[in-house]
């Protein structure tokens, strides 16, 4: 009798590889070949060729379609291309596959604070603090949505936060000074 020589399994008779370590092979290669072409994308897009970028990112995509960095990447592209509605979808589709990305959390957060839905800029930029509380842009962003929101002291706190961090950071210090200005009106 024949064994698998990576698992050690009972290979079937007139077989000469293992079923099982064959397909999980193919897996390992096919992760590995996407993350070659997310890093090619990469590549691409630090040099400037965004064409050639969202090619490669798609590549990652078709190999291995649950890529939340690929849709991530994919998103920005069609960002800065104008298209928002494309944007956002991919970028939820993102999450879906990857729900503590914070980049996607503070990119769809900061569209829902410009764009003035601030319970659902609330909602992603409150995952931002939660997956990633250093990062102080978003911090920033979840103090302007409280403040509009009315919650001066939840807006208080990012602010001061940001500052203890960043003393000189000019959107927090604009908004403390709108919080005291609201406060003493």
């Known amino acids: 009798m024949l064994y698998c020589s990576l698992c050690g399994r009972p290979l079937p008779p007139g077989w ?3 079923p099982v370590c064959t397909h999980e092979a193919e897996e390992t290669k096919s992760i590995c ?3 070659l ?5 990469n ?3 630090t040099r400037g060729r965004s064409f050639l970028a969202a090619f490669f990112y798609r590549a990652a995509l078709e190999i291995n379609p649950t890529s939340w960095e690929a849709l991530f990447n994919l998103g920005c592209l069609a960002w800065q291309q104008g298209d928002i509605g494309h944007a ?3 970028w939820e589709k993102s999450l879906v596959n990857n729900p503590e990305n914070y980049l996607a959390h503070f990119n769809l957060g900061t569209f829902f604070l410009y764009n003035r839905n601030l319970n659902a800029a609330r909602y992603h930029l409150t995952r931002v603090r939660r997956i990633k509380p250093g990062f102080l842009e978003g911090r920033v962003n979840l103090g302007t949505t409280y403040l509009l929101l009315g919650k001066l002291e939840a807006a208080r706190r990012e602010y001061a936060f940001v500052l203890e961090q ?3 950071h000019k959107g927090a210090r604009r908004g403390l000074a709108l ?3 609201t406060a003493n009106t």
């Open 166 to 168: 960043d003393p000189g």
């Open 43 to 45: 590549v691409a897009l």
């Open 88 to 90: 956002i979808a991919l």
């Open 37 to 41: 072409c997310l890093r090619a994308g």
């Open 16 to 18: 000469r590889y293992c």
């Open 179 to 181: 919080i005291a200005r």
């Open 33 to 35: 070949q996407a993350a």
